[in-house]
């Protein structure tokens, strides 16, 4: 079931509707007849009639078909209320009283009471704690606010509902229009993933735009953005970035906030354009709203003033965009169009003295090279052009070669007709040079988003139980951390680990190292003996006949440095070329709105001081893992430079994935670190594990 | 001689004002007589009157004393009327003109020219190729553009004329004013630097903002603009930050763009505050000359608006500010003050229904605390307060307490008149809550330059005639790259060498060796060989009985390498313990604007891959070098990261600092390389360097 009943109602009930003056319900209520198409209905058990409408005691009252009951009753009869209405039939409610989830631990029952009755009936609910919702085609308009959203396509989300007050007034300033508008408050029921669920198949919708302190369900909201945004591009910005603003939107909202990186990695998963702040969500919807997708990340610059052509350049540098070079027909052109002291070479300068004719032509000029894929209009105030013939002719040319175009109108008050006209078209404008180029590489991130083909993520032939063995065992041990022990869970899953085995007899140990060519290591192998460094548990290149004293040395070690240590045995493996190789480590961490998180970085101090690792949400597909690999500041390392020897990339890549499936296939698996995973240019060998786990979940 | 009387003339020329109808030299009339309160004079010699002033043949000829001239003749005349101008006893002068040094060789002799005029008669000149100059308080518009400034205390200079165009008529719009306005042109005379001096010393002027393409002489502005800034902000865009934004700024300006690295270094060392871009140029420059200093980083933020006030918080995360922590004193006052469900942590939110005065007593509460040094007010529409009434009350409080104040009043059109009372009080207002936030760090960021204390760079003790020595030597052999054979120059700097020389015979090697403890380094010297290493030329390790046969071998491989090769020995070095130590690299590399850049960073896979390294102009001070430390990423290494032991970084700082005397002291010396300089818990060692000279300089 979609949410279309909810934006397109033919009759909606005010439940708690009111006279009274400052009251939300009376508001509510006003709000609706002012702008709604359809019927507003009163419910009201004290009164007759509220501002003309005959008012009904309950909604099961109300002749008709309700088709969404808006919800401004007090906090505690609030349930009471919305199982009525449920068993009435209607289908969609906005609940706008507070009181839930807001305000502690009786809030938090009243809140649970609300799912319940929601889930029992399926209610599409929105709220609650919601300023209500807005949908403009049909005139609805369930908030309380002082304004109402103008006509557009951008349909917009949040978690604040007075952000939706700020922003209403503020883009109404601006003609900035929306499709929709949800305050989607508590989040009880209705959350984020069903809005930009509707959202994408909405044709009214060209842009979802959201702020969001928090998403409920990481995996599943990743896996739906993911659909919509190759259709439709969703813009958020995500509070609570900062470890001070994350601490501040948990108090402020109760949200159990997971970890930036998680937020960072699923929404870029997920093909979300973020913003950082208010400027740029904007900024980015407008452009997305008015402008078609480049093809390519090449832009013209065209101006009549060379320095703000410079800042226009500079900006370009500091995006994902590139400076077009222009082909030689192009710049054949230019010479013949402008004059001598031009600069016909990107960014193009008309100089001052340019009528429109002449900036009009360098522009259409710049739209016929093919490499071309954006253009950026920057223009002083000159006594030669007016900024209106200058915006007309930007928005004929645009429309024309259907590149898409930002402007920067430099300018007062002289510039305000010119950015109605352009406004009109959809063509953003700005005093800030930088600002428009930053709207033109937002329409490149999603252009990019757009050509991304989903890849599911590979399943590897792998020997699950094998791997469910070695975590049970580990359980009826009553072993929550493993180490070395554990390796055959890498062996069972296909990630290379090291010749050799866990034998528990200095016996067992030769036979080992004897099967293994060259000197070995050995290493003690105990739950209780976290640091086997510290204790000289860990022995490198022993030879053959070594073997048994270091086997009893090392089991002495143990126990000499805790005498009830449990020993699980001692690690007899291949010696690896290290020097030939690269340490890094490949990992995963659980996050609470995300789930299991891989990790991979380079390993040594580079983790330790550099923090060069990266992170996606399993299951990643390859080339999901692949870009991780090019993450990592110091990837040039791994691809042979200083003249090493490139390492086995390839491998590495599959690693990670073959890790991905292992901690995806486990929820037992809490915690986990190859560390290192030794990258050579032959391949890509575990070297040692650590991990933690949950016995419940096996 | 200061610039006062250009910015305060009382009689001025116009050199080449006429009544044609569209001339610049009847716009710089026009606007002149519109606003000026002295005496302007219409020089031209074919004119009887102009405006209606009578008009002089040439300014000899101008009854009483002309403080100032603009020049508005065509190209081919400005050169001699300058002179005659010179000649008739004017200091000032503002060469409008254009077709100098931007239009080509022709233009370039020109300007030659001009420049010759200039300091043969010591004339202040402008330009050329300027818009003119604008001075506020005596009504001086000797500009050709269509808008004259508003009354303020920004005093701005830019390199583009449209730009400021552009900028005037935008700032007339929201009422910021200026005192001097300067577009620079050519800068054949006076430059960013004259500017910055004159500006420095003016009562007027409360902050120096600039738009600057280039600096001409980057050391001397660096000089200037320090004791500039210790009184008065200056905020800069530098623009030509990115490579493609420096390639657009050279073809549009002919400017040679010294390295990005060095302008960052070199502004940062003038205690320049940068804006990236317009929007925080001008945020800056209206915080900066409206609110007080802050005297701590701590902001408290106060909103009738949770998710605005964690976007506010997000922000501070981001930027150089801090939360500020309140004292249990104030939380008690919170709590008394506010109703329960509000937040009495920072950020403090006094939730929706708060009235003015709520709003208006937790602002005073936080302005109370201690360790508040700003606040920043976040708010949304509600139906309880305007933000007129709001407005006034942030200006009481910020006036009682002397705290600065940055506000976020998110709304559109119901803000304006709020905007304007929060404006004339100098508080900056911003729908989007991270660029009031931004501009209090732009206030945070000139209060720390404010309490930097200039030190002197230190004088070391050197043997400057022994490094003479060395560095006249090679030029005698015809040497321009030189490599261990100059370690000697490090030795007479003081920066610690390993025990060792470069002998000429193998008798010799076995004595250098046997007065060293322990085995030796031998390397082969030789101006031929470059890479030592890859011939073999490198023997790390050798014992007293083998150095005899080592030497020979050395020599061998290198004639064998090249049968012509010069030999200038072979060195017999200490073998260090590198195990204990931190490979770094320090050097030097000459930039065309701003001198000697000294560079320090960590050496190996760090400097290749990761580019980790820093660069100061020279010569450095103890703190300058000692930032130069804390700047590379992979500081934590050298303070004992992963268990081991800090390294000496009072020496490596010392070492820095040397080397930067010794570049200074020695132009002739293009580049330097220490590498590595190995730093370890008692102390840095050079170990080996690689340098470039010009014996002309000698």
Known sequence: ???????????????????????????????????????????????????????????????GEVDLAVV?????????????????????????????????????????????????????????????????????????????????????????GAFITAVLDWANDRGIGFKDVVSLGNKAVLDERDFVEAWGDDEGTDVVLGYLEG?????????????????????????????????????HTGTIAGSEAAYEAGLEQAG??????????????SILAGQPLPETD?????????????????????????????????????????????????????????????????????????????????????????????????????????????????????????????????????????RAVESLDALRSYAEIREREYVEPTTFDVDRERAREILRGAADRGDTRLGVEAMGLLDAYGVPIPEGDVVSSPEEAIEVAESIEGDV????????????????????????DDVYDTYEDLVARAKNYQPDATILGVQVQELLDLEAGIETIAGMNRDPQFGPLVLFGLGGIFVEVLEDTTVRVAPVSEPEAAGMVDDIRAAPLLRGARG?????????????????????DFPAILELDVNPLVATPDGATAVDIRLTIDPDEL
């Open 521 to 544: 290591v050995m290493k003690i192998v105990s739950p209780d003996v976290l640091h086997k460094s510290d204790i000289g548990g860990v022995r490198v290149g022993v030879r053959n």
């Open 215 to 251: 998403i409920t369900d990481g995996a599943s909201f990743i896996r739906t953005a993911r659909e919509v945004t190759a259709e439709t591009p969703i813009v958020l910005v995500k509070s609570g970035r900062t470890e001070a603003g994350a601490s501040a939107a948990a108090s």
């Open 298 to 434: 090449s832009v013209a610059v065209v101006t009549n003033a060379g320095g703000p052509g410079v800042m226009a350049t500079d900006a370009i540098g500091d995006s994902g965009l590139s400076l077009a070079s222009f082909a030689d027909e192009t710049l054949a052109r230019f010479e013949e169009a402008l004059p001598e002291e031009a600069n016909i070479y990107n960014p193009v300068d008309v100089i001052g003295d340019a009528p429109v004719d002449r900036f009009a032509e360098a522009i259409e000029i710049a739209m016929d090279d093919p490499n071309v894929g954006a253009v950026c209009v920057v223009t002083c105030p000159t006594a030669v052009l007016t900024f209106d013939d200058l915006a007309s002719a930007v928005v004929g040319r645009q429309a024309e070669s259907g590149l898409p175009v930002a402007t920067c109108f430099m300018g007062g008050e002289r510039t305000e007709s010119a950015r109605e006209i352009l406004g009109e078209a959809g063509i953003p404008t700005y005093f800030d040079p930088a």
């Open 644 to 664: 090493r020897r490139p390492v086995d990339e390839e491998r590495v890549v599959e690693v990670i994935q073959r890790l991905s499936q292992l901690v995806t």
């Open 1 to 63: 079931m979609g949410l279309e009943t909810l934006f397109t109602p033919r009759r909606v009930a005010v439940v708690g509707a009111t006279e009274r003056e400052g009251s939300v319900g009376r508001a509510v209520m006003r709000n609706m007849l002012d702008s709604f198409e359809g019927e507003t209905v009163p419910v009201n058990p004290n009164a007759e009639s509220v501002l003309g409408r005959e008012a009904y005691p309950d909604v099961a009252s109300v002749p």
């Open 72 to 160: 401004v009753v007090p906090g505690r009869v609030a349930v009471d209320v919305v199982r009525g209405i449920a068993e009435a039939g209607v289908e969609n409610v906005v609940v706008i009283t507070a009181g839930f989830g807001e305000t502690g631990s009786e809030g938090a029952r009243r809140e649970r009471e609300l799912r319940a009755v929601a889930e029992e009936h399926d209610l599409d609910l929105v709220g609650p704690n919601s300023l209500g919702i807005i949908s403009t085609p049909a005139g609805v308009n369930a908030t309380f606010g002082p304004e109402n959203a103008l006509e557009g396509s951008i349909s917009f989300m949040s978690q604040s």
């Open 272 to 285: 979300v354009v973020r913003a950082e702040n208010v400027q740029e969500l904007f900024d980015a919807a």
